[in-house]
């Protein structure tokens, strides 16, 4: 899928209209951003029980020690990403920033992450852990949700 | 796909929708999680926790800490991998327990360990059941608990929800300061010694509940308490 085959925002209007795509962004970002403060809350210990069906993936992964990333809990990673997403996206929805390549650069770097990010853990899941966490894998759809939606952002960039 | 926004767009009324969008999401994630905090036990800790330096074998043991009866320098040492909301296992602590403690242990022949092994995929309780046990134990009740809570193992397992109060009610029963009590159900005590017995258990096989470990063997295809007896007298010295 082309970059171009899923921009729906004109930025070559000098930023006068906000791209579809960005908007998509910010709510799947806002999404994944209660998704990730509720494993960080269960992680916390505010959370007792994390809704998770009978076969009960979600603790065997949030227990693992890869539930843990460079000193920092994954769902704090999540937090900390989705948010500066959903700040971006929100902002370049603002017509003055559609076509700000600094947004663009912002969005396109920060979903390329967290789709490489997601695909490790899933990753993980998978081949490692041997368990699965439903609501990993609703970050990671999201995840990749968001960064199909942030290809055009390439463009953008070129443009320039 | 592919096509452009609406003139409109660029107008700031064009964003209402988005706007909109954005806030009924906020909404619905807010509220859950609201929902979430307040049916999910409060700060109890329900689940394993990640534990650092269980890697390292002596730190696993050291963490791992059993709740044992009898004298440590008992010829036989039977180590019992137990999960409370499992039926099996309240089985084995009715009718076998008691007989192990009152004629084996008592006598000096046997050192009982019991380790946590709640097999929190099937068993959604069994780690808080665990935790409670533990902080029975704090109030130096732990069998007590114990007892009461494989007699009422029918009432508390059932439950949809943490059965945090059930447990509250258990200790007041047992004659345990219900506040004390509480303080320790409702917060994340214990959550990395239980996380640390199950992560021994794994270590040691264990793959089901109650698992038998005696003299650092496992004890397997038993018939019954005169079985476990014969098994346990058979020990040099015992």
Redesign the interface.
Known sequence: MSSAALDAGPAETGGATAPLTRMGIAVLSLAGLFIAAYLLLHRLGVVGTLECGVDGGCSVVQGSRWAVFLGIPVPAWGVGGYGLLFGAALAGVQPALAGDRRVAAVLFGLSAFAFGFSLYLTALEAFVIHAWCRWCLASAGIATAIFLLSLPEIRRLRRG | ?????K?G??RKG??RP?YL??AL??VV??A??AY??RA???????????VEGL?DPRALVAKAEGVAVGDPSAPAKLLVFNDFQCPGCASFATQITPFLKAELVDAGKLHLVYHDFPL???H?HA??AARAARCAGEQDKYWEFYSVLFGQQGRWSTRP??PLSDFEDYAEQVGLDREAFGACLR??RY?DVV?ANMQLGQQLGVDGTPTLILNGRRVRNWQGYSDLKRLIEGEEGA
Do not use: C, K
């Open positions: 796909m592919g096509r452009r926004n003139p767009a660029s064009g964003l988005f969008v954005l999401v906020a994630g807010i859950a999680l979430a905090v999910g036990g409060g700060g109890a800790v329900l689940e394993p926790i990640a890697d929190v995929g099937i959604p780690f808080i929800r943490a917060s994340d959550a996380t």
